[in-house]
Each structure stands twice: as C-alpha cells, then as structure tokens.
C-alpha cells in the first residue's frame, strides 16, 4: 500500500473509530433506562454490575399503569394533550407574526419586532410568578388550559419564521396580490403552505418542550388529575418512596414518543434550520 493510501486508510479507521464512539457515548443512556426498567429493586442496588437482567421483569411496565397512587395512563393523556395543543397552535401563531414582520408595513414594526426580542432577554424565573397570579386569578390552577397557555408564545419561532418569510420569493406574492389576495389570501394561500419544513421542525420542537416542561405544570398542575407524565415520574423517587424499577420503566414510557417524534422529523428539523436564515 502505497503512503497516501495509508494516509486515506488511517483517515477513514481513525472517522469510523470516533463516530463509533459518539454513536456509543449517545446511546449508553438508553441502554441504561431501558436495562435498569427490567430489573427489580434488588438487582438495581446491588453492588455487581450486570449488563442485562438474567430475568426480565416486564411486570415493571404493568404494574406502572395498575398503582393506584399514580395514575400514569392519565398523566400520559395529559401530556400529550398538552403537548398536541400547543405544538401546532404556537407554531402557527410564530409563523403569522414571522410573516407580519417580514412582509406587513406598518407604522411601529421595527419597535414591536424589538420588544419581541426583548422577550428572549428576559429569564423565565422573572416573570414565572407574574404568570402565576394572573393565570391564578383567571382559575387557571388545576386545568389543562392553565398549563397551555403561557406556553402559546414563542418568540425565538417568530424570528425565525420572520428571517424565512424574508427570503421568501416576492414575486411569487405579487402574483397572488395580482389575483385579489389581500395580506391573509397571501399568507394562507401562498406563505403558509410554503413553510411547511419550518413548520414540522418548529412543531417538532415545541411538541419536544412541551412534553419535557416540568415546573410550570408543577406549580399549575397541583391536583393528580393535571398531573403530566413528568410530575407523575417524580411521585417515584421522594423522600418517602423509592421506587427505581417504576421510575425507569416509567421513563422509558415517557420518551418512546419523544423518540418516534425525532425519528420521524430530524430531516425536517435540519431542513427547517437551515432555511430559517440563520447562519452558523
């Protein structure tokens, strides 16, 4: 073999090594979730590592949805009730006010587009118990619509739908204006259906963090019956109770639908992402 030859062999061991290794490194959590979800109490404290259960204690998963203290199905329904409303309702609301800021000219944009911003200057911890007074006084504690609303806006959505409307095509608009079709003939007609990428990486993404949200739907979500299915997990591990086989197996419950939402849209959020007009 000749030296380049060697050179571009090393090259491609040396890539495959590393990718190997990351491919690992990414995978060891779920191997962890989903090896200690099939071992008992005993096995997941003993001292001896194991790297798989010689009995597989599947009752783990059946007995998650049959313990009266927790009522796991219910808090599921919820998340995914929560997850699905505010998915496509805020990723739609960002792309309408994306496309007023890019396309719409009214007086007083440039000042509205930077109090969005300034929205993303400000932490979540300021303006968490705000929130709360006014979604309390409104009898938002303990209801599902409680714990959606706040999460309705999202302004980092509304720049990024606003970078992708103003690389959008104008002549493709002003044929539609030549049609009739006033600003929501054009964003309805030409503009939404145009983003779709944007929208199913964006939806992707919402549905991803509003499934995962925890504190908010803690404060809110006081009564068992708002519980989602992440304050339904921590009712396993306190200092009252340890359960570690409910926990894992309850975890990995959780995140099979984060799992299957990422494998069904990773394409559109790369592709979403890069048409968003942000370069990097």
Sequence with gaps: MTLPGLHRALRVTGRGLLVGLLTAL???PFYLMLRNSLMDAQGLTAPEWTWWPSTAHVENFTALFDDPTVSMGRALGNSLLIAAVTAPVSTVLAS????AFARIPVRGRGVLLALVVATLMIPGSVTFVPTFVVVGSMGGVNTLWGIIVPGLFNPFAVLLFRNFYLQFPAEIEE??????LGWFGLYGRIALPSSGAMLASLGALSFIDSWNS???PLVIGQDPSAWTAQIALSTFLTSQTVNLPGLFAGAVVTITPLVVMFLVAQRYIVEG???SGLKG
Excluded: K
């Design 96 to 99: 309408a006010a994306g496309y």
């Design 26 to 28: 990414f995978l060891a």
């Design 175 to 180: 044929a539609g204006r030549l049609d009739g």
């Design 273 to 275: 992402i890069a048409t």
């Design 214 to 216: 925890f504190l908010w």
